[in-house]
């Protein structure tokens, strides 16, 4: 089946730091081009980061950048987002999101809930 | 960074109706435009790629056009499952920005 799967989100306090993982199934992880988009409560939708194949290039959200992380494990067919320096505008659903080889978004995960909040 | 905006803001229509929808690039992003449908505690579904070309299983009724910096998504017949916030997307760059939605509500 091929699913997207996040998983890490939770209560943090602002300044603190997550971890977020994406575990992908039933396609050549490797293959793709990945991201994270995420959606603040009661928002829309906000790119955030996007890593390529072999992570040769990434690419941040400038409210985001010096912050967040995007990082890959093809052996473990893996997606992770390393969250530091958290802030209350970090609270959102986070999405894990391939990129069709075309460039638009074409699988979504569930999404995982940040709360940055004291 | 390429902003996109999306006109109206909301969007009341009676079923049966058609809905046109509007999504402006603050530059050219040739034909790489996608359209998405979120419905409440969903995620989001593709709808349109490549400005104009239906994802898989995505009745005829909708419909995207336009190029450059000006796109339209159109729904020729409202359905009641058709009630959503709609998104622009581009993807000339691999940053992917939205548009901010369209809420289209029943009238």
């Known amino acids: 089946q091929v699913q997207l799967v996040e998983s890490g989100g939770g209560l943090v306090k602002p300044g603190g730091s997550l971890r977020l993982s994406c575990a992908a199934s039933?396609?050549?992880?490797?293959?793709?081009?990945m991201s994270w988009i995420r959606q603040g409560p009661g928002k829309g939708l906000e790119w955030v980061s996007y890593?390529?194949?072999?992570?040769?290039?990434?690419n941040y959200a400038d409210s985001v950048k010096g912050r967040l992380t995007i990082s890959r494990d093809d052996a473990k067919s893996s997606l992770y987002l390393q969250m530091n320096s958290l802030r209350a505008e970090d609270t959102a659903v986070y999405y894990c999101?391939?990129?069709?080889?075309?460039?638009?978004?074409?699988?979504w995960g569930q999404g995982t809930l940040v709360t940055v909040s004291s | 960074e390429i902003v996109m905006t999306q006109s109206p803001a909301t969007l009341s229509v009676s079923p049966g109706e058609r809905a046109t929808l509007s999504c402006r690039a603050s530059?050219?992003?040739?034909?790489?435009l996608a359209w998405f449908q979120q419905k409440p505690g969903q995620t989001p579904r593709l709808l349109i790629y490549?400005?104009?070309t239906r994802a898989t299983g995505i009745p005829a009724r909708f419909s995207g056009s336009g190029s450059g910096t000006e796109f339209t998504l159109t729904i020729s017949s409202l359905q009641s499952e058709d009630f959503a916030v709609y998104y622009c997307?581009?993807?000339?760059?691999?940053?992917?920005?939205f548009g901010q939605g369209t809420k289209v509500e029943i009238k």
């Open positions: 999101v391939r990129y069709a080889r075309g460039g638009w978004f074409d699988l």
């Open positions: 039933g396609f050549p992880f490797s293959d793709y081009y």
């Open positions: 890593i390529s194949t072999r992570s040769s290039f990434t």
């Open positions: 530059r050219s992003v040739s034909s790489s």
């Open positions: 490549a400005t104009s």
């Open positions: 997307q581009q993807y000339n760059d691999w940053s992917g920005t």
